[in-house]
């Protein structure tokens, strides 16, 4: 209670004191009041002004473009909201019209609701399993679906993958009629198929029907997840079909293939691989390296002439690098003036994937600093994906080489059986081993017969024609920074011929202390079946090794000063011109390049139900030609590691040994306790 309050209740008695207490008492001023009935007329006249503002812009900024709501489209099902379906009654009682009575001139211009009566059942009566292997085939017309079927057919009867097959266009055929005019009986096609049409497709609009494609894309992922999708080439399917199938396979993250013209007879060597390695097709990115020779024009551009013409079958093409010398030929240089890469044909309109590299020193290098310029100028940004195809300029590629190229690289380093020893693909079949004196004994690798089999694995690399993995050309990096850095204590022993490059010999001893191989095609041994042709009338001896090399003289050439017999009839030539024209072993003929056999004939897979044989039951040689047990490789990488950790690793002790880590060779070396070459 206020004092002034208490004290007019103590003296109320006394009215002159009361008086003097109200003298002290605050006077109400009559502005708290306006301010007190006041403020409420401010908030209102605050939030008028609010209201006010936003009309205005709600009405100014209103649409005006808006359709009618009979023609608005529901996104979700691509219908006019508020439209009737056919069948159905209007509000005047009316009923809509059928597409069947829209005529032709009203064709494909329906846009009614979206649904499915066919796929639901296909899709449920799939049963899904642990291990994923589902492979889909989608087409929107039946000229695609007549170009797929077989290659869909061939590999359901592999049974190395669960085939799906779906049709999402406007045909209105029957999958059965479909099955009966392309020749398929369940007995020869094990494949699922569904029908991913809506209903009312054959007078659907693009627009309906791309809605129907993406709908029935997202089913069908959601219900079999297949590992990747083939389709046919766009050039033949329905434009709203390839829109529709490319949004939805960005959205989806699922892999695809874009399969050429007639790929059941192109390419029918798909059908053999498994989901694992088709599901990487895109990821797989190869590059070739070439090291352009001195002085010389001709062998580098045949070598590209035979890159640019090769087929390629719609896969991502390869990245090409070239090595130019310090002087460069001014044939070579016009010719790159003009090289296209990719070339035009692909529609690329720049050489993106072309890189030429030009040296600037002019000093000779030795085997170690050549060694290491060729090999750093590659690495591989992904070991599991990207790998280099080295090839010598005195190379000529088959134009399907990289048909045999892919089938092989994506079997043995991609599919579910992974053939973790083989560390490449050679093009080239040698006629002798490294030494290039000792000649290739074929009869080792087969008991029949002394021609080699289609194709055998060996410790020997090649630097002609191979791809290399990225994984090994990664590890090839670590073991050459490595070997240089220590001090070997005992002297190399050269096993690699000075024909060849000098980063050869050590990929061998890598080879040899991994237990790795190098898949080489013994079906080049016959006429007409190579994919690579090297060519010996331009040879040049790596930079390294650019000193003349001495050949032997063979021994049936006759001695020099073998005595000339007086008697001997006139018409007979001189012992000098017999010298001269000795009986010397002619040089193995060039083999010719392969252009018209079909790819599985050549490898020996002519059967409908042949693979391609397991890593395990190829025949194997090692660097010397001496034939090896597989099951010995193991034992025998073990004692080359032991032997060049003491020799060449700078170990004292086995045990003083790096730590293995993943594509790295420090386990082969002990750089801490070696001694640093130079020091």
């Known amino acids: 209670?206020?004092?002034?309050?208490?004290?007019?209740?103590?003296?109320?008695?006394?009215?002159?004191?009361?008086?003097?207490?109200?003298?002290?008492?605050?006077?109400?001023?009559?502005?708290?009041?306006?301010?007190?009935?006041?403020?409420?007329?401010?908030?209102?006249?605050?939030?008028?002004?609010?209201?006010?503002?936003?009309?205005?812009?709600?009405?100014?900024?209103?649409?005006?473009?808006?359709?009618?709501?009979?023609?608005?489209?529901?996104?979700?099902f691509g219908r006019p909201l508020g439209a009737t379906l056919p069948g159905q009654q209007t509000a005047s009682g009316s009923s809509s019209t059928s597409p069947k009575e829209l005529g032709e001139k009203e064709a494909h211009k329906y846009e009614g609701l979206v649904k499915f009566y066919k796929l639901a059942g296909s899709l449920q009566a799939t049963h899904t399993t642990k291990e994923n292997s589902n492979v889909l085939f989608l087409a929107s017309n039946l000229h695609s679906a007549s170009s797929l079927i077989p290659l869909a057919c061939q590999m359901s009867m592999h049974t190395r993958n669960r085939v799906h097959f779906a049709l999402t266009g406007r045909d209105a055929v029957a999958i059965e009629t479909v099955k009966e005019i392309n020749g398929v009986t369940e007995s020869d096609c094990h494949v699922r198929w569904h029908d991913g049409r809506p209903d009312y497709a054959e007078w659907s609009s693009d627009y309906r029907m791309e809605v129907s494609v993406r709908s029935a894309l997202n089913f069908i992922n959601m219900d079999i997840m297949p590992q990747v999708v083939l389709v046919d080439s766009f050039e033949r399917e329905d434009d709203f079909f390839a829109r529709a199938f490319k949004f939805q396979a960005n959205k989806l993250r699922f892999p695809f293939i874009e399969l050429p013209l007639n790929a059941a007879d192109n390419l029918p060597w798909v059908a053999r691989l498994d989901s694992s390695a088709l599901k990487v097709w895109k990821s797989i990115q190869v590059d070739i390296l070439i090291q352009a020779p001195r002085d010389s024009s001709g062998s580098l551009i045949r070598l590209l002439q035979s890159i640019a013409s090769a087929d390629y079958f719609g896969s991502p093409l390869p990245r090409i690098t070239i090595e130019l010398p310090e002087k460069i030929d001014p044939f070579s240089t016009h010719f790159l003036q003009r090289?296209?890469?990719?070339?035009?044909?692909?529609?690329?309109?720049?050489?993106?994937?072309?890189?030429?590299?030009?040296?600037?020193?002019?000093?000779?290098?030795?085997?170690?600093?050549?060694?290491?310029?060729?090999?750093?100028?590659?690495?591989?940004?992904?070991?599991?994906?990207?790998?280099?195809?080295?090839?010598?300029?005195?190379?000529?590629?088959?134009?399907?080489?990289?048909?045999?190229?892919?089938?092989?690289?994506?079997?043995y380093r991609h599919s579910a059986l992974i053939a973790d020893n083989v560390v490449g693909i050679s093009l080239e079949l040698p006629t002798k081993l490294l030494d290039e004196k000792t000649p290739m004994d074929f009869s080792t690798l087969s008991v029949k017969e002394s021609s080699p089999p289609s194709l055998f694995i060996s410790q020997s690399p090649n630097g002609n024609a191979a791809l290399y993995f990225g994984f090994v050309w990664q590890e090839l990096h670590s073991f050459i920074s490595n070997r240089l850095s220590v001090e070997p204590i005992k002297a190399q022993t050269k096993l690699v011929s000075e024909k060849?490059?000098?980063?050869?010999?050590?990929?061998?001893?890598?080879?040899?202390?991994?237990?790795?191989?190098?898949?080489?095609?013994?079906?080049?041994?016959?006429?007409?079946?190579?994919?690579?042709?090297?060519?010996?009338?331009?040879?040049?001896?790596?930079?390294?090794?650019?000193?003349?090399?001495?050949?032997?003289?063979?021994?049936?050439?006759?001695?020099?000063?073998?005595?000339?017999?007086?008697?001997?009839?006139?018409?007979?030539?001189?012992?000098?011109d017999k010298v001269l024209t000795a009986d010397v072993p002619p040089a193995p003929s060039e083999p010719e390049l392969v252009t018209s056999t079909p790819l599985l004939d050549l490898i020996g897979l002519s059967e409908s139900d042949q693979l391609l044989p397991h890593y395990s039951s190829l025949p194997a040689i090692d660097a010397f030609g001496n034939r090896m047990d597989l099951m010995k490789i193991p034992e025998l990488s073990a004692g080359f590691t032991k032997a060049f950790l003491l020799d060449q690793g700078g170990c004292a002790d086995v045990k003083d040994r790096g730590k293995p880590i993943a594509w790295g060779t420090d386990d082969l070396f002990c750089r801490e306790h070696g001694v640093a070459k130079g020091g």
């Open 1 to 76: 209670m206020p004092l002034s309050a208490r004290r007019a209740g103590l003296f109320s008695n006394d009215e002159e004191l009361g008086k003097k207490d109200d003298d002290h008492r605050p006077k109400h001023s009559v502005l708290p009041t306006v301010a007190f009935r006041n403020k409420p007329r401010r908030t209102r006249l605050f939030w008028g002004i609010i209201a006010v503002v936003v009309l205005y812009f709600f009405f100014k900024n209103i649409p005006t473009n808006v359709p009618p709501v009979g023609q608005r489209h529901d996104l979700r």
């Open 339 to 411: 090289f296209r890469w990719p070339p035009k044909s692909h529609g690329a309109d720049t050489n993106d994937k072309l890189q030429i590299r030009h040296r600037l020193d002019r000093k000779d290098l030795d085997a170690d600093a050549a060694a290491v310029r060729a090999v750093e100028s590659f690495f591989p940004f992904d070991p599991n994906t990207n790998h280099v195809l080295v090839l010598t300029p005195q190379a000529e590629l088959s134009p399907s080489y990289y048909h045999y190229l892919k089938y092989v690289l994506l079997e």
């Open 500 to 576: 060849y490059p000098s980063w050869m010999e050590f990929l061998l001893e890598l080879m040899r202390a991994r237990g790795y191989f190098l898949l080489y095609p013994g079906f080049a041994s016959k006429p007409k079946s190579a994919m690579v042709k090297v060519h010996n009338e331009l040879y040049q001896a790596p930079e390294e090794f650019a000193q003349p090399i001495v050949e032997e003289r063979p021994k049936s050439a006759l001695p020099e000063e073998e005595p000339v017999k007086q008697d001997e009839d006139a018409s007979k030539p001189a012992e000098s």
